[in-house]
């Protein structure tokens, strides 16, 4: 079973940047797409980005598309998520995630039941 460790999350004001990582043990980060989700206190976990195996496609939440970038090393087993303009409203637990699949057609990747692996979850606090 494939571990995903979550970090880079803490407390910054508003506009400032944030860099998450999630690292991968075993063999099956570089076969699947990855993505970051989030909650935010009494809501529902969220799609933020997604990205493909081999890292050419990324598709983002409307909320964070031009403020966050999804990248990913296959050598280094890990992903990171860069936000920057952080606002209020993205206070919340990030989680990293894997699924089986290996492009983003068709619009699969909003859905959080398509994952597989998760994390235990990074916070990340916006003080306005």
């Known amino acids: 079973q494939v571990q995903l460790i979550e970090s880079g999350g803490g407390l910054v004001q508003a506009g400032g940047s944030l860099r998450l990582s999630c690292a991968a043990s075993?063999?099956?980060?570089?076969?699947?797409?990855v993505a970051w989700f989030r909650q935010a206190p009494e809501k529902e976990r969220e799609f933020v980005a997604a990205?493909?195996?081999?890292?050419?496609?990324?598709a983002y939440a409307d909320s964070v598309k031009g403020r966050f970038t999804i990248s990913r090393e296959n050598a280094k087993n890990t992903a990171y998520l860069q936000m920057n303009s952080l606002k209020a409203e993205d206070t919340g637990i990030y989680y990293c995630?894997?699924?089986?699949?290996?492009?983003?057609?068709?619009?699969?990747?909003?859905?959080?039941?398509?994952?597989?692996?998760w994390g235990q979850g990074t916070q990340v606090t916006v003080s306005s």
């Open positions: 075993g063999r099956t980060f570089r076969s699947s797409a």
């Open positions: 990205i493909s195996r081999g890292g050419g496609s990324t």
């Open positions: 995630a894997l699924a089986p699949r290996t492009s983003l057609t068709d619009d699969w990747y909003y859905r959080s039941n398509e994952y597989n692996s």
